[in-house]
C-alpha cells in the first residue's frame, strides 16, 4: 500500500487520517493490517519492530536529535562536534553513517551478515547435496563466536555484546 507524505515545514502530513495530520497510531494500525506500506521514499515493513522502523525513517528524514539539532532547538551542549570522533559536527548522517566510529561498526555489521550468509549458504549445500541438516541455533552459534573474535583481535576491543 503506497501512502503519500510531506513536511509542511511545522508537522507531517499524510493520507492515514481525514485531517492529513500524520499520526503513528494511523501508522500502526495501518501495518498491523499488511505487511508493508511504502510512504513514498521510505518501505514500512511490519516484521521490524516499530521503534526501529520510526527511528529509521526519522533518520532518513534528517530528524533525529544529532548534537546540531539539538542545538539549533536551543538546547546547550557542551560542544558541537560528534562525541565519538571529536572533529566534525554531530548532523544525522556523520552520526549514523560518516563518523568513523560508526563505519567501524557498519562495516563489522556487514561482515557478520556476509559470514552469516555463508552459513546459511553452506547449511543449505549440507541439506541439498548431503542430507544433512544444520540446526539454527548452530548458525547464532558461530556468529556468537565470531563476534567474540571479533572483539577480542579488533582495534574496537571496548565492543560488547550489549552496545
Not at 525513517?57 to 534528517?62: L, P, Q, T, V
Not at 565519538?84 to 563505519?103: N, T, W, Y
Request: glycine fraction near 4%; charge should be positive; charged fraction near 25%.
Amino acid at each position: 500500500m503506497d501512502i503519500a507524505s510531506e513536511w509542511d515545514g511545522e508537522s507531517w502530513r499524510c493520507d492515514l487520517t481525514v485531517d492529513r495530520k500524520y499520526q503513528v497510531r494511523a501508522l500502526r494500525l495501518l501495518l498491523e493490517h499488511q505487511d508493508q506500506v511504502y510512504t513514498g521514499k521510505f518501505r514500512w515493513i511490519k516484521q521490524v519492530p516499530m521503534k526501529v522502523m520510526c527511528f529509521i525513517w526519522r533518520a532518513k528524514m534528517c530528524h533525529i536529535p544529532s548534537v546540531v539539532a539539538l542545538s539549533n532547538r536551543g538546547i546547550t551542549l557542551p560542544s558541537k562536534l560528534c562525541c565519538q570522533f571529536e572533529k566534525l559536527g554531530e548532523i544525522d548522517d556523520h552520526a549514523l553513517v560518516s563518523c568513523p566510529f560508526a563505519k567501524t561498526m557498519l562495516e563489522w555489521i556487514f561482515k557478520c551478515c556476509v559470514h552469516l550468509l555463508k552459513h546459511i549458504w553452506k547449511a543449505r549445500n549440507e541439506r541439498l547435496f548431503n542430507d544433512k541438516k544444520v540446526c539454527a541455533t548452530k548458525l547464532v552459534d558461530t556468529v556468537i563466536s565470531m563476534f567474540l573474535w571479533f572483539k577480542h583481535r579488533s582495534m574496537i576491543g571496548c565492543i560488547s555484546r550489549t552496545d
